[in-house]
C-alpha cells in the first residue's frame, strides 16, 4: 500500500482538527475493473466513508473471506484512490500480489466488501493556485488519480509524471488526461513514453513546470528523489510512503517511519496513523528502505 491523526477530513499532513472516527461497513460493491494484468480499480458504495475519503488516505478491508489456510489474518490496507460525496460511492486502485487481492480481485456488482476507514492522512490542497507537479512509480499511482481530478477542479495546473516497469504496469493515463493533467509517462523497457525511471526525468520536469508544490507515491528511491529534489529547491511537497501496515490505528507500532529530525519523545512517525501523507521535510528515506538518517 501506499502505500496515508492529525488531519480533519478534507485536511492533509498540515491540519491540526480531530477528524470524524472511520466507519465499519459492510459496503456493495458497484464494480471491480481490470485496468492491466493483475491491476484492478474496486468501486464501492458508502455516502459516510465517502465524505471523508480524500486521496492519499487509506482504507482497512477485509479479506479473510476467503477460505482454508491462505486466508488473511489481519484485513488490507488500500489507498483512497477516489470518491465521490455527492454520489457516496469511493474506489481503491490495487495490484494482486497475494491471496487477500487475489480474492478481491473476484468480488463483483452484487457482492459486498468489509471495509474499516477512512484512516491516515491525506493530502492537502496548496495555499495558493498555480502549477503542481504529481510524481508516482509503479502502483504508487493509486492515490494520486482522484488527487490529480482534486487539484484541476480547485483550479491548479495539474503536471503528471508517471512511471513503471513496462506498459502492463502502467495505469491511470487515461484518468490523468480526463482530470486534465499533462502527463509524461516513462516505462524501463521503453514500451510506453520514455525509456527509463521518473528519477531521470525528475529535474528536466521540475525546471519546465516550476511547481508551487509536489505530490508523490511509489517506491523509496523515487519518493527519495522527489524528496531531495523538493528539499533543494525549497518546493513544498508531500509524499505517501508505502509501508506494511497491520492494525491500522497506531497500536501496534508495525510501521515505524524514521522522523528526519528526531525529537526527545521518539525517533519514529506511524505511517498509519501519523501518515502515510508526511511533508517531504518530516520524514527520512534513504536506499530502498525508508531508514533512519
Known amino acids: 500500500m501506499s502505500t496515508v491523526v492529525r488531519a480533519a477530513a478534507g485536511e492533509g499532513p498540515c491540519g491540526s482538527r480531530a477528524r470524524p ?5 459492510v459496503c456493495p460493491v458497484v464494480s471491480n475493473t481490470r485496468l492491466a494484468p493483475a491491476t484492478y480499480r474496486l468501486r464501492f458504495f458508502s455516502p ?15 479479506c479473510r473471506a476467503l477460505p482454508g489456510a491462505r486466508r488473511p489474518i489481519l484485513r488490507r490496507p488500500f489507498s483512497v484512490s477516489d470518491a465521490d ?31 474499516l476507514g477512512p484512516l491516515g492522512n491525506g493530502f492537502s490542497l496548496p495555499r495558493r493556485r498555480g502549477a503542481v507537479l504529481i510524481v508516482s512509480g509503479g502502483i504508487g499511482i493509486a492515490p494520486l488519480l482522484g488527487w490529480a481530478r482534486r487539484l484541476t477542479g480547485a483550479g491548479h495546473r495539474v503536471h503528471a509524471l ?14 490523468l488526461s480526463s482530470a486534465g493533467a499533462a502527463t509524461t509517462a516513462c516505462t524501463d523497457d521503453g514500451s510506453v513514453g520514455f525509456k527509463g525511471t ?3 526525468l525528475l529535474h528536466p520536469v521540475l525546471r519546465r513546470v516550476a511547481p508551487i508544490q509536489v505530490y508523490a ?20 511537497c508531500e509524499i505517501s510512503v ?37 511533508n517531504a521535510a518530516d520524514v527520512a528515506i534513504q536506499g530502498d528502505e525508508v531508514t533512519p538518517s
Open 162 to 175: 508517471v512511471g513503471a516497469r513496462t506498459r502492463d504496469s502502467l495505469v491511470g493515463l487515461d484518468y
Open 21 to 25: 472516527s472511520p466507519a465499519l461497513e
Open 242 to 278: 508505502e509501508d506494511r501496515i497491520a492494525c491500522g490505528i497506531g497500536a501496534c507500532v508495525g510501521c515505524a517511519v524514521p522522523k528526519r529530525h528526531p525529537s526527545a519523545g521518539s525517533a519514529y512517525f506511524r505511517a498509519c496513523a501519523d501518515g502515510p501523507v508526511f
Open 217 to 236: 507515491c511509489g517506491p523509496s528511491p523515487v519518493l527519495r528523489a522527489v524528496q531531495s529534489a523538493a528539499l533543494a529547491l525549497d518546493i513544498p
Open 48 to 62: 459516510s466513508i465517502s465524505r471523508s475519503a480524500i486521496p492519499g488516505r487509506f482504507l482497512h478491508i477485509d
Open 85 to 115: 460525496a455527492g454520489l457516496g460511492w469511493a474506489d481503491v486502485v490495487y495490484r494482486v500480489v497475494g491471496p487477500g487481492t487475489e480474492w478481491l480481485s473476484s468480488v463483483g456488482p452484487g457482492e459486498s466488501v468489509d471495509v
Open 198 to 200: 521518473v528519477c531521470e
